[in-house]
């Protein structure tokens, strides 16, 4: 899914930035690296001189695609106490997640699914929530990267595939001067490492610059126009920490319900989304046209289907048509539709529709409540809720096989057929 693709690029650009000094080791200082390299590896040689350290991170993705402009931000709090000790605890945004660790207890917590897990702390939880690009690590974000922001083994897989670099013009960043490398990799991406000129060679800044136009990218959905540029920037560092307890403690919000395993069930196999064979969320929301919509509306009456998406989405532009045409295909047998546009505004919402001359029924959701109520911790999300309110079937991503397993779905659940209880005792075996 797409957010998959943007955290897999976070993964890259956190790895690339994480640094400090610490007085008692040689000089790592900006100014004396003779090359990219080099300064790559002093990076990774001062992250892992220090035993104690905090910044603030934050996150700014700005994507262009078929001239709509999108912004993705995110600011997390960050503590490190090595061997075993963090906070990695999402502040403020919609994507991503938080990990805790006291060195005995891991704790997980996945806003967007508002659901959290405590279990034992063991050296096999770091591959599985962050190798690769599974749902976990989607859900979790930079929640997962405890070992890397430890520094372990980031030189190599740092430099992997990248084919040129150079220093560039120095850049002031909030009044400091900064040496600049850039770097571009095999499949065209392009970053950039601002470090901090001084004994405290600090990161400041890293920038990237995906290439949609390589190969790579072409199996994923993505507009063909579409560009992006990632900024992280790292501030309020403290490099020689005492901390306490209750640093590395989570206390979960009122809302969050404590799961078994909610890692593992990330990390694993793919599961059946929570909100199957449950009450759909009561919810009141307002369309494009400013008239109220509540769910409870269509109770006893009609099939309703929600379908979560946004216009800087490949495949929820992609589904968006096929979903809105089996609905119009099942209107006259109460299956009624809504597009649940997340985070978007009415004017650019309506520029798209007209762009692509589409006319589907939209609800807002610009500050994510419903994305949140159906636990949509990526997009695009299909939800088809039954006559009673019962959720049925949750879709989450898109496949070329859409329109044919919703026609048969709606048509099975026209029937009576209940295929919640039907998928959750088949995950059971």
């Known amino acids: 899914m797409f957010l998959r693709t943007w955290w897999s690029i976070l993964l890259v650009g956190l790895c690339l930035t994480l640094t400090s000094c610490n007085a008692k080791q040689k000089s790592l200082d900006a100014s004396s690296a003779t090359s990219p390299e080099e300064l790559v590896a002093n990076v990774q040689a001062s992250l892992q001189g220090m035993k104690a350290y905090s910044f603030r ?57 508002q659901k959290y897990s405590i279990e034992p702390l063991t050296a096999e939880w770091v591959p599985e929530g962050i190798s690769g690009t599974g749902q976990g690590f989607m859900t979790l974000g930079a929640g997962g990267l405890a070992k890397v922001f430890m520094g372990e083994g980031l030189k190599n897989w740092m430099l992997e595939g990248v084919k040129n670099s150079e220093f560039v013009e120095n850049q002031v960043i909030d009044g400091t001067t900064c040496r600049v490398a850039k770097f571009e990799q095999e499949n065209g991406t392009q970053w950039e490492l601002a ?8 990161v400041r800044r890293f920038t990237m610059h995906p290439d949609f136009s390589d190969p790579s990218y072409q199996n994923m959905g993505l507009p063909k126009d ?112 809504y597009a649940v546009n997340v985070g978007e505004s009415p004017e650019r919402i309506q520029e798209f529709l007209t762009s692509e001359n589409l006319d589907v029924p939209v609800l807002l959701d610009q ?6 109520l159906y636990q949509a911790s990526g997009i695009p999300q299909t939800v088809i809720i039954d006559k009673e309110g019962r959720v049925q079937v949750v879709h989450v991503g898109f496949g070329g096989n859409m329109e044919e397993q919703l026609t048969q779905e709606l048509e099975e659940i026209l029937a009576g057929k209940d295929l919640a209880t039907a998928t959750l005792e088949e995950q059971e075996l």
């Not at 470090?195 to 060679?201: H, K, R, T």
């Not at 790292?234 to 020689?240: Q, R």
């Not at 404590?258 to 989304?273: I, N």
């Open 57 to 113: 991170l934050d996150s700014a993705l700005e994507i262009m695609a078929q001239g709509n402009e999108q912004n993705a931000d995110s600011v997390y709090d960050v503590k490190i106490e090595k061997p075993d000790r963090w906070s990695i605890a999402l502040e403020s945004g919609i994507m991503g997640g938080s990990t805790f660790s006291d060195g005995s207890e891991l704790t997980t917590y996945a806003p967007m699914l």
């Open 226 to 337: 579409m560009k992006a540029t990632l900024t992280l920037d790292f501030t309020d560092w403290k490099t020689d920490v005492k901390f306490g307890n209750d640093d590395f403690a989570f206390t979960p919000p009122p809302e969050a319900e404590q799961v078994d395993s909610l890692f593992s069930q990330l990390g694993g196999r793919p599961q059946v989304h929570p909100l199957v064979g449950e009450q759909a969320p009561a919810f009141s929301a307002t369309d494009l046209n400013g008239e109220k919509v509540q769910l409870d509306q269509f109770a006893g009456e009609d099939v309703v289907i929600l379908d979560f998406w946004a216009t800087w989405c490949g495949p929820c532009v992609d589904a968006l048509p096929i979903i809105s045409k089996v609905a119009r295909d099942f209107k006259e047998k109460h299956v009624t539709f």
């Open 367 to 372: 500050e994510t409540t419903l994305a949140s």
């Open 195 to 202: 470090v901090e000129i001084g004994p405290s060679p600090l």
